[in-house]
């Protein structure tokens, strides 16, 4: 054999040694423990939608720190993720998994924020971020089959549109659908609860007359405390807000200089239908949500004020449809 021969087979002959199986690198993962149910979440959705995940083959840091500068809750940063102890401790476990599926979604899945809207005016996606366009909140309505789709959407971009943002109520009504179950005029500022029709569907309408409020005003129902009611609300300054139970989601809708309401006088409506709440404004149809459980049988209007709001009239109607 030549010399030249006799070198090529040299080089064969390490290269194949080079190819044996050695022992892959093992990254450190240091998760607190109160965290580690989220991250066990994320790679169970992305094992069901064929992704697997092996953290020890990337490695991951997470760490508290007791307040973050300019208001952050969190962030990720080269593979550590650094949380807002403070806003932590505050969050529901719906807002926490929110929070840890962002910051994976930037360390381990390489997204960046994502700012787009879907065709009902709601994000279409978890990773939207700062900077944030006008008038606009970063809160999101992680719950039900939104959840599910944001899910999807975090693993797949290329997600299509879900079919939600496609449900719509006509606030008309046919003649007869509706049986008047209470009413009100002129009950100025009232803050105790009062019953709804223990089943079956219903509607509640509030004439507002904002007046010389210089805070918010709105309503609650559905929870005999204010951590576990749905609240619609707005400010004088119109900014509209839905608030889903601050034990659960908290705010899951808010848009500033909101066009669909007055300056002074508003009729809210919350219609319940089957498992979904309808909310109109001056009777233009706003949102749906979803019916949590357990339901309680309750409502009462909200007014933090210094000059008191007006409730012109208060309606409760059975629906019969």
Not at 19 to 30: G, T
Not at 34 to 52: G, K, L, M, P, S
Not at 231 to 248: E, M, R
Request: net charge negative.
């Amino acid at each position: 054999m030549g010399e030249l021969s006799r070198i090529s087979v040299f080089f064969v002959l390490l290269c194949l040694g080079c190819s044996k199986d050695e022992p892959a690198i093992q990254f450190e993962v240091n998760v607190p423990l109160e965290v580690q149910t989220y991250i066990d979440r994320f790679v169970a959705e992305a094992a069901e939608r064929n992704q697997i995940i092996d953290l020890s083959a990337i490695g991951l840091d997470i760490v508290f720190e007791q307040d973050l500068d300019n208001n952050l809750a969190a962030f990720c940063n080269e593979g550590t993720i650094v949380i807002s102890k403070q806003d932590w401790d505050a969050r529901s476990d719906t807002r926490k998994e929110e929070m840890i599926f962002h910051e994976l979604g930037h360390c381990i899945l390489g997204r960046t924020h994502h700012n787009p809207i879907l065709a009902n005016d709601e994000w279409q996606s978890i990773m939207r971020g700062l900077p944030l366009p006008a008038g606009r909140a970063a809160c999101i309505n992680y719950s039900g089959t939104r959840r599910e789709y944001y899910i999807d959407e975090l693993f797949n971009p290329n997600t299509p549109e879900p079919d939600w943002v496609h449900i719509r109520e006509d606030y008309a009504l046919t003649a007869g659908a509706r049986d008047t179950f209470l009413y009100r005029t002129d009950l100025g500022s009232f803050t105790n609860r009062m019953n709804l029709p223990d089943s079956g569907d219903f509607e509640i309408e509030v004439l507002i007359d904002i007046q010389m409020n210089t805070t918010s005003v709105g309503v609650a129902w559905g929870g005999d405390q204010l951590q576990d009611e749905n609240v619609v609300h707005y400010t004088p300054a119109k900014t509209f807000t839905i608030n889903a139970g601050l034990s659960d989601q908290s705010i899951i809708y808010q848009r500033d200089v909101f066009p669909a309401l007055d300056d002074t006088i508003n009729l809210i409506t919350i219609r319940k239908r089957s498992d979904k709440y309808y909310i109109f404004v001056n009777e233009t149809f706003i949102y749906w949500m979803g019916v949590k459980t357990p339901f309680v049988n309750r409502f009462r209007v909200l007014s933090n004020y210094i000059g008191p709001p007006n409730f012109k009239e208060v309606v409760v109607y059975r629906l019969i449809l």
